[in-house]
């Protein structure tokens, strides 16, 4: 963000009056939440794992430290695209506002995006993955797609709503078709809620109410006079609330919303679709502890690569920016080059020279080579950009943080990923480079390389 902003209204849960602030953060640092009202002003970091509590919201919590109703506002953050943001609050929970995110996306887009250096590093879905519980018939499923996108199904027993669903294909629509809906409750819930010391701020100014089993009249006055709700009528079935419904199917826009909001806990934007069924906040966070789990598995993502894409420097060109020939020419072509990041393919056959001697009877590429074909990617990368990359040579000063994580043997296609970790400073590069065969990662370095132009 370019600027910072604050938000304040009663707590949906507690009823104090609480103000949240949110403050531009610098690169990488994700989204905190600081408690400012208690002793040391502890940082809760807003990640899966640290959720606690689901039953009628989303509270993250640090040792003692606790804040709730976080979703709406992190909603707001992630489908806005943004980031890093250093939220301060002044209770244990975010204030409710009007029970929707749109009063968020409206001071984000007041104060301005602010982009940054780092480059966005999405977690692209490439397979299908699921997660169901069986004892709600609740399911989320996450399946491959160009953008992050969203449907959510809702299922009660109510003829209000029996069965609702809403999509969102662009988050650019965010602020359109899903800010301003509502969080929304029935009547039988409520005097459970209050029971649990839950919704002490709730009000018909922050919530859809949906009246759907007749009750007596003292019961639902007695329901009223505990939330200070005005007298309705006990034979009146339906939507009770001071504002009307934005849409018919807002109760599951607002799931959709919550779903979004749960999502930034993964702590990466992802490219992906979810469709869930019967979404909820303990499911939502189950699913985003699963992926959080699932991009530390796989840290760093094979890019993409289509055999049938044409080169974009190929064998040829290659030859003319470096110096190496049979047999130390390890990389075939390069894919791409955006972003600052290569992509290069080798591919391994089974009449490389090396597997005369490594292995005879198991044939398995050198780890050296498969560093110096990485440092050759790198090495492509940095002369890219120079105009007379054919009288410059590019030479190893140090090799870091080597992982060899899986053999390399023929018929492999090793795909190579490499970037410069800091900007060319007095002739030095420091590549951090990857090999990968498949989506599995089998190589790891970082490269130190000098430039020196050729005598």
Not at 325 to 330: K, N
Request: hydrophobic share 40%.
């Amino acid at each position: 963000m370019a600027g910072s902003f604050s938000l304040s209204s009663k707590g949906l849960h507690t009823g104090l009056d609480l103000t949240v602030t949110f403050n531009p953060a610098p690169e990488n640092y994700g989204y905190k939440i600081q408690r400012i009202d208690l002793e040391g002003q502890p940082i809760i970091d807003a990640v899966a794992e640290n959720v606690v509590e689901t039953t009628r919201g989303t509270v993250l919590a640090k040792r003692d430290a606790k804040v709730s109703t976080v979703e709406h506002g992190l909603a707001a953050l992630y489908a806005m695209g943004v980031d890093n943001v250093h939220i301060t609050v002044n209770g244990p929970e975010f204030p409710i506002l009007d029970g929707s995110a749109i009063m968020y996306v409206e001071q984000i887009k007041k104060v301005g995006i602010q982009e940054q250096e780092a480059h966005k590093d999405f977690y692209v879905i490439k397979h299908k993955m699921e997660f169901k519980d069986e004892a709600t018939g609740s399911c989320i499923t996450l399946l491959p797609d160009e953008e992050f996108s969203i449907t959510a199904m809702i299922d009660f027993q109510s003829k209000f709503i029996s069965s609702q669903f809403a999509t969102l294909d662009d988050m650019n629509l965010f602020e359109k078709e899903i800010a301003a809906a509502r969080t929304f409750v029935f009547v039988r819930e409520i005097e459970p809620l209050l029971m649990a010391g839950l919704i002490k701020g709730g009000d018909l100014n922050n919530a859809v109410v949906i009246y759907e089993k007749q009750t007596t009249q003292e019961n639902l006055d007695k329901l009223c006079d505990l939330t200070g709700a005005p007298h309705h009528n006990a034979e009146e079935m339906g939507y009770i609330q001071n504002k009307p419904l934005v849409w018919e199917n807002e109760p599951a826009r607002h799931k959709l919303l919550d779903i979004v909001g749960d999502m930034a806990l993964i702590g990466k934007p992802i490219k992906g679709r979810i469709i869930a069924t019967r979404p909820g906040h303990t499911i939502n966070n189950k699913f985003a502890r699963l992926m959080r789990k699932e991009i530390r598995q796989h840290e760093v993502q094979a890019p993409h690569y289509d055999p049938t894409q044409p080169a974009l420097i190929d064998n040829r060109r290659i030859q003319d920016m470096l110096p190496h020939r049979y047999p130390m020419q390890l990389v075939d072509k390069v894919v791409e080059i955006k972003n600052g990041v290569i992509v290069a393919v080798k591919n391994v056959t089974a009449n490389e020279p090396f597997f005369q001697g490594h292995f005879p009877n198991e044939p398995v590429m050198p780890g050296v080579l498969i560093i110096e074909a990485m440092a050759q990617a790198g090495g492509l990368l940095v002369l890219n950009d120079m105009k007379d990359a054919g009288s410059i040579s590019t030479y190893f000063l140090k090799i870091d943080d080597v992982k060899f994580r899986q053999k390399v043997v023929p018929g492999d296609t090793l795909l190579f990923r490499a970037s410069l970790s800091t900007p060319i400073h007095h002739g030095i590069a420091t590549i951090q480079a990857y090999a990968f065969v498949g989506e599995n990662c089998v190589c790891e370095a970082s490269l130190t390389a000098q430039i020196v132009k050729n005598k």
